[in-house]
């Protein structure tokens, strides 16, 4: 758990710690000198006696609302910086790792989320639970002067209140949330059906049992979380029936022991006062397996496998004409057989090379291959004769890059998103790559300052795919690499585009990724990928004359374009 | 306080809650007057067994205020959601305002639980507790409830006004909080993009720097709103001190007896606590006002029209649009302008055109999902606006342009709204080229699927919704939207082939973007900026 806490965090906390402390110590010093001061003026002492406590009263009742403003203040400076330092963390533990796009989008927020969980646990948890410790322990300690019996009795209830209770609801809170969260994501999947299905239900009929469906989800959910509020109201009066017979009980105490009335009455009201910062620990106790459990999914996520495993010594960086040899190269996702099994081939400088295939047949597989974002299983990779495994796969994707799957728009300017991928380019190279995506005209009208928003909403999947190969024009690696997606856009829209990756990529070393087989007659060579491996190869004119997947592919489109 | 809110609570959960919270309040001012008794010596140690008993009931009832409580919420969340999710499945599936309702119904609801078991009851115990406390004072003694009675409104008033000048920039600060979350989750998403460029530890800094700019921003006001709270803090302390200080002197000079003062120190703070209690359950139980919002909202629009009573005359209907104008509520340009066509029975119609023409309008037209704004829609005579249109959409199959997968199993997806065997079921999977991957899933037709069919490839999941249609095989109309939009060449060839075999002695409507899907049709009609302006019967040998 230490780990949790950034370093230079600790003396903030001890701040934080200390004032909350001092806050709750004032609140027991108040009741207690003002029973004091009542009890003993009481018995018509001469007024001298009573200046201490009339003081005492003024200075706790005017500290406590300081000392909590500074708690206050500091926690949350704590908290913020808590938080702050877990999610740079956790961002650069995920900068090795594998893709976490197929987590999907919800849990990629609850993730976000989930790093508040310090944030809960810092001043949630543990400052109450120090200052209900400090504050318990001063008011046991006073007792054990004035009557040790008493103070035994505090102490008893004290430790049932801070220590059994909310040990006892954090149980019961794991027990319940085990059965909840699968109840809510039923839920929710429940109410995502209805809500996005909903033409299809209504096409199909099948409405009135998919509501009933969700109801019935939603009565057993409510069902749990009745049973849950059972849990915490239970606990509540545990907590009332704890504070007041402990109470009673010092007071018979004292009573049976014949102590006098200033001391009983000190005794009662300081007791009285001192489970005041120690009953919601029940309540932090139940919120507390909420945080242990979001620390546990991000403890797995920092322990994620790298992606590729790096090379301990690093083998110098080709430099020069680059030449990029595959052979035999074997990639496998998990258990299931190879994405790739033995792909070979060869790209020479100023050369461009096209992979055709069916999806799913592992042309995005040898993309992330050769970027160096999955390991290879067996055979080899080379860039100028070095292995890509003995450089960092930093300085592969230096070498080579380009336009991938899924390309990412961020919520910044359009200038902004170009410039991720050349943050030293002049004006005239951002134009230069924006022309040559054909992407001018649009930027031109909308403004190369427009905020692109959530999602990158105010673009088209053909223009977002124009960004994407501004990008790597910007960035212009020696090799480029290009993997056009086809799902997304459009007949037209994909044909202009790829027209335009061809038109851009005249006279440098290229691999480009398609799925249409039009202007291909301009590469040097095509690969047709299937099943992970390579069934045919050769120039279009070759191919469009063999029998084949390119072939056939290539008759079906000719019918739309002839 | 919510009036719409108000009208559904379930009224005798309400009434326990809110009835327990106050009387065990109100009991605290039994406990004070047991407690002053016995330590001034009034009472005789026998006084605390009846203190013992009133604690007790205390716990007793807020036990009953919790219970009550839990189902006063859950009770209304599940009303909510039945009459939201209803009323979402009376609306056109053509109104899109799915994200908002999918958030608001799963965990947007769960909002109000702090409103309806945390400051609802507070809001009663702060309106009974601290008069009652004051009636007792004044009783005891005039000298502390006028200290009491003058310093008790400061609370709301302090409340208030420091609410006043920092709600303004405190609820800009949690915008921002939510704005770095937001950034912190865009760099996240993005990091195959940053890393592919090389900038994925550049990245690590900036967000470094964002938080730490935030950090100091939101510290700057919370100095001055957390300056609330110190307000109250002082005047709920430094009123005990006013309360502790004099009836000691007074004491001190025998004009007051030790029980009255005792009782007096134990009541005045909780004249103040109720008040404090509810201020603190204020900033959670807005967000659940702001949930209420929005539920009544959606609640509170506009009913899409009654479905009508008739059925159209049996058998293949001929379907024919008059002068038909559709208008999208808040979009300028009509999505279909004076569109005037006849379909025969039996035709088998193509339509092509440029995205967002109009074609996938016409398709929900057709199936009621849009009404005219003007001209009208007649199914074998009759106006679709009289249809009984759960009728008449027993008698369609239709494939969406994104068909949705239900997250539950394949056989359950495929037979959707209708009682199919499990042969039938196999048949029209193998119809729609989809038997051979389903059969390679792990548990078959049985494989739950995951959300929106996450774990089926697009070409895959169009195929299932493909099965859906040929697990229909009474259906008279076909209505296809690109049925074959996202599959490579191979597959599309034996879907086409389906189809081909669907379509026959059936009315079938299909939009199409591929020339072999255009080879089908024995009409193919061209639809730009929602106006027809191509209507022609398939040249023989396929679409130049």
Request: net charge neutral; aromatic share 4%; glycine share 8%.
């Amino acid at each position: 758990m230490s780990g949790l806490i950034p370093s230079g965090l600790n003396r903030r906390l001890v701040v934080a710690a200390l004032a909350g402390s001092a806050a709750d110590l004032a609140g027991l010093g108040l009741i207690a000198s003002a029973a004091w001061l009542i009890t003993r003026a009481a018995e018509q002492p001469p007024l001298a006696a009573l200046s201490v406590a009339i003081v005492g009263v003024r200075a706790f009742a005017t500290s406590r609302g300081v000392f909590r403003y500074a708690e206050r203040l500091a926690g949350h400076d704590v908290a913020l910086r808590a938080q702050a330092a877990t999610r740079e963390r956790l961002y650069e533990a995920l900068i090795p790792s594998g893709p976490l796009s197929h987590r999907g989008a919800d849990l990629l927020s609850r993730m976000v989320d989930d790093t508040d969980a310090v944030q809960d646990l810092l001043v949630r948890c543990l400052l109450p639970a120090i200052a209900a410790l400090v504050t318990g322990a001063a008011a046991v300690v006073i007792a054990l002067f004035l009557l040790p019996a008493a103070a035994f009795a505090l102490l008893a209830g004290l430790v049932i209140a801070g220590v059994l209770l909310p040990l006892g609801t954090a149980a019961a809170s794991r027990r319940w949330s085990a059965r909840l969260a699968p109840a809510r994501a039923d839920l929710a999947a429940r109410v995502a059906d209805l809500v996005h299905g909903s033409a299809d239900l209504a096409a199909y009929g099948a409405k009135g049992e998919a509501l009933a469906a969700g109801m019935s989800a939603d009565d057993r959910l409510a069902a749990l979380e009745r049973g849950q509020s059972r849990v915490s109201a239970t606990a509540l009066l545990t907590g009332v029936l704890t504070q007041g017979l402990t109470v009673v009980a010092i007071v018979w105490i004292c009573q049976a022991t014949g102590t006098g009335s200033v001391a009983t009455a000190v005794l009662a009201l300081m007791s009285l006062v001192a489970f005041e910062p120690v009953l919601p620990l029940a309540a932090a106790g139940e919120r507390l397996t909420g945080v242990l459990a979001a620390l546990r999914r991000l403890t797995d996520l920092r322990s994620l496998p790298a992606a590729v495993t790096e090379p301990a010594v690093p083998a110098a960086t080709p430099s020069g004409p680059l030449t990029i040899g595959v052979s035999n190269l074997v990639v496998r996702h998990g258990q299931a057989r190879p994405a790739l099994n033995g792909v070979s081939l060869t790209l020479t400088p100023g050369r461009r090379v096209a992979i055709v295939g069916p999806s799913g047949a592992g042309k995005s597989t040898l993309l992330s291959a050769l970027m160096r974002t999955v390991d290879y299983e067996s055979g080899n990779i080379t860039i100028n004769e070095v292995e890509a495994r003995d450089l960092p796969s930093e300085t592969v994707r230096h070498l080579m890059t380009g336009l991938t799957q899924d390309p990412y728009v961020f919520q910044a300017s359009f200038k902004d998103n170009l410039r991720l991928a050349g943050p030293e380019a002049s004006d005239e190279e951002l134009a230069h790559a924006v022309q040559a995506a054909h992407l001018d005209t649009w930027a031109d009208r909308t403004g190369w300052d427009t905020s692109l928003g959530e999602d990158g909403r105010t673009l088209s999947g053909g223009q977002l795919q124009r960004l994407a190969l501004a990008r790597a024009v910007l960035y212009n690696p020696p090799i480029l690499l290009l993997d056009e997606p086809a799902e997304a856009l459009d007949e037209q829209t994909a044909a202009a585009l790829m027209a335009d990756l061809l038109d851009a990529t005249h006279g440098r070393t290229t691999l480009l990724i398609t799925h249409r087989l039009r202007g291909l007659e301009a590469v040097d060579e095509i690969l047709v990928l299937e099943d992970g491996q390579i069934t045919q190869r050769g120039t279009h004119a070759d191919l469009t004359t063999t029998d084949g997947y390119y072939r056939t592919l290539w008759q079906s489109e000719a019918m739309l374009h002839t | 306080m919510h009036r719409d809110l108000m009208r559904v609570l379930p009224r005798r959960h309400l009434a326990v809650c809110l009835g327990a919270a106050i009387v065990a309040g109100l009991l605290v001012l039994v406990q004070a007057e047991l407690l002053a008794g016995v330590l001034s010596g009034r009472f005789a140690v026998g006084a605390l067994l009846p203190l013992a008993l009133v604690i007790g009931l205390r716990g007793a009832l807020g036990w009953a205020q919790g219970v009550a409580a839990g189902r006063t919420a859950s009770g209304v969340k599940s009303l909510l959601r039945h009459r939201l999710l209803s009323r979402f499945q009376d609306m056109s599936p053509a109104e899109h305002r799915s994200g908002e309702l999918v958030t608001l119904t799963g965990r947007g609801l769960d909002a109000l639980d702090p409103y309806l078991t945390g400051y609802l009851p507070s809001v009663a115990v702060a309106a009974v507790v601290p008069v009652a406390v004051l009636i007792r004072l004044f009783v005891a003694d005039l000298a502390t409830a006028i200290i009491v009675l003058l310093t008790l409104p400061l609370i709301p008033i302090f409340g208030a006004l420091v609410g006043m000048t920092t709600k303004a920039v405190t609820e800009r600060q949690w915008r921002a909080l939510a704005r770095l979350g937001g950034h912190f989750l865009d760099v996240v998403r993005g990091l195959p993009t940053l890393r592919a460029f090389g900038r994925a530890r550049y990245q690590a800094s900036v967000i470094r720097d964002v938080a730490d700019q935030h950090r100091s921003a939101t510290m700057r006001t919370l100095r001055v709103a957390f300056l609330s709270s110190l307000v109250l803090e002082l005047v709920a302390s430094l009123s005990l001190a006013l309360v502790a200080v004099p009836v000691g002197l007074r004491l001190l000079s025998g004009s007051l007896d030790l029980s009255t003062a005792l009782l007096v120190l134990l009541l005045a703070p909780e004249a103040y606590l109720p008040l404090r209690a509810m201020g603190t359950r204020f900033h959670a139980a807005m967000e659940g006002v702001t949930a209420a919002d929005q539920a009544f909202a959606l609640l509170g629009e506009e009913r899409a029209g009654e479905s009508g009573r008739l059925t159209a005359p049996e058998g293949v209907p001929e379907i024919r649009l008059e002068s038909v104008t559709v208008r999208y509520p808040g979009r300028e340009d009509a999505a279909l302008t004076d569109v005037s066509l006849v379909i025969e029975a039996g035709e088998r119609v193509a339509l092509v055109g440029p995205s967002g023409a109009g074609k996938s309008t016409l398709l929900h037209l057709l199936l009621g999902f849009v009404t005219p704004s003007s001209g009208r829609v007649l199914v074998g005579g009759v106006d679709l606006a009289d249809l009984d249109l759960d009728a008449w959409r027993r008698r369609l199959a239709f494939v969406p342009q994104r068909p949705h997968l239900f997250a539950t199993s394949v056989a359950d997806n495929i037979r959707l709204g209708s009682a199919a065997s499990s042969d039938e079921i196999r048949t029209a999977s193998a119809a729609a080229q989809a038997a051979e991957f389903v059969e390679s899933l792990p548990e078959g037709y049985d494989t739950v699927l995951g959300e929106r069919g996450a774990n089926l490839s697009a070409g895959q999941r169009q195929r299932v919704a493909l099965a859906r249609a040929f697990c229909r095989p009474d259906a008279e109309v076909l209505l296809l939207d690109e049925p074959t939009a996202r599959l490579d060449g191979r597959s599309e060839s034996a879907v086409l082939d389906s189809t081909r075999h669907l379509a026959e002695g059936r009315t079938a409507v299909i939009v199409a973007h591929r020339p072999a899907m255009i080879d089908l049709a024995d009409r193919v009609i061209r639809i730009t900026d929602g106006a027809i302006t191509e209507d022609h019967a398939r040249p023989v040998g396929g679409l130049r």
